[in-house]
């Protein structure tokens, strides 16, 4: 035979006997993946080892876990959202749970807006967070939270989601709070921070004590009342006075009322309507101050003894208390329009029985139950069942007065100055 064929034969036998070795490795020996060369040990398929790296599964979350097509059996992951490894049992048909941490912190929780804000306190809001037992407050002047107010750093509030925060400074100051979430395997990262600020520095009236009803002594008409932060408000429109056509008209001082329509059933049910001087009852217009909500004295008018006519200030301060947004609502002379979020909802009362519908963003949450009884603009009788328009004792600048209209199409409530000389109006009285 030829050198050189000899020499080809013998090369493809050395060939083939190295391929064959080769694979009887593999085959019994497994895989290794390593940096030293050592060979993969007789009892593992994959033999794996490192010093400075580790073995890293794939991870997702719950649904993309679930959107794996037929998962084989014992196919393995770390779940982002439970923090488990988890695989896949075939005969359960489901992910079980290989391992999980022994402690997990409570989960995401959110900093809500305060609410009851008064002069000296408001109440702190906060979503639940999952696993929590606990949770801390913290109450700052300063956004950075580099000086906290006395007893509000790190306070423990117990396994609740609000806590009235109290013994705050009066007159506008601005606050901030921030939550932290507790369990036994330790506390969250600070919250979102919330900022909000107290309202005027005017002594708190006594509220409606206890009472929810009271009673007109000049003719025995019976009223709810409902105390709304610190003020005592009545609940019903004030109907006291000697009913008059709108074309007898009402006297300057004396108590005459209209009612809508020259129907006397409406007073009953929404309350009389008052011109201007006529509810005064001759008295000066009263605006108080944005450091001392009621007028020095309050501005009896037609009310009842012990209550009187709310100044705009006082509206504002209501305002402020019944709803998410206090901060649209200023202590100020010249802000008009519709203001706030669901302010206006919260005042008015439900259903529409006496509101047209939509009546948009009624849940009387505050108690008020504000009716729709329009009002007089000399003649005709106007927006009954669509508008509630009340009368405050202050002057936005002569002849025009500050109002409050509700309507049926909105959540929010109409602050508008008209002219104390057009208009007939109904009113609440808030107690002295």
Known sequence: MPYKKRNKIKYLVWLCFIIIQSSHLVFSQGTAINNTGAAADNSAILDISATGQGFLLPRMTTTERDNIASPAEALMIFNLTTQCFEAFNTSLTQWISVWCPACQLPGSF???????????????????????????????????????????????????????????????????????????????????????????????????????????????????????????????????????????????????????????????????????????????????????????????????????????????????????????????NTTTGLLGTNEGGNLKSTGTTQWTTPNTGATNSSGFTARPGGYYNYTPSQFINTDAVFWSSSEESAPNVWVRNLTYNSAQINRFKPSKVSYAMNLRCVKD
């Not at 408000?233 to 008059?244: E, I, R």
Request: net charge negative.
């Open 110 to 332: 959110s900093a809500l807006a305060a609410s009851n804000i008064v002069s000296t306190g408001f109440s702190a809001n906060w979503s639940a967070s999952a696993g929590a037992t606990a949770y801390y407050l913290d109450v700052s002047t300063n956004s950075s939270f580099s000086s906290f107010v006395s007893g509000y750093q790190n306070l423990p509030v117990g396994n609740v989601t609000t806590y009235n925060v109290t013994g705050l400074t009066c007159g506008g100051v601005a606050y901030y709070y921030r939550i932290r979430a507790n369990n036994t395997c330790g506390t969250s990262i600070n919250s979102n921070t919330i900022t909000l600020n107290t309202t005027n520095c005017c002594t708190p009236s006594s509220g409606c004590g206890g009472f929810t009803t009271m009673t007109d002594a000049r003719d025995a008409q019976v009223y709810n009342i409902k105390q709304i932060g610190t003020q005592c408000w009545m609940a019903q429109n004030l109907n006291h006075g000697t009913y008059v056509t709108g074309a007898t008209g009402q006297g300057a001082v004396g108590f005459q009322k209209f009612c809508y329509g020259d129907n006397s059933a409406n007073c009953t049910t929404y309350g009389g309507l008052y011109e201007w001087a006529e509810m005064m009852n001759g008295a000066s217009a009263c605006n108080g101050d944005a450091t001392c909500t009621p007028c020095t004295p309050p501005v009896q008018g037609i009310c009842p003894a012990g209550w009187h006519v709310p100044s705009h200030y006082e509206w504002t301060l209501l305002e402020k208390n019944v709803g998410s947004n206090p901060g649209a609502f200023p202590y100020d």
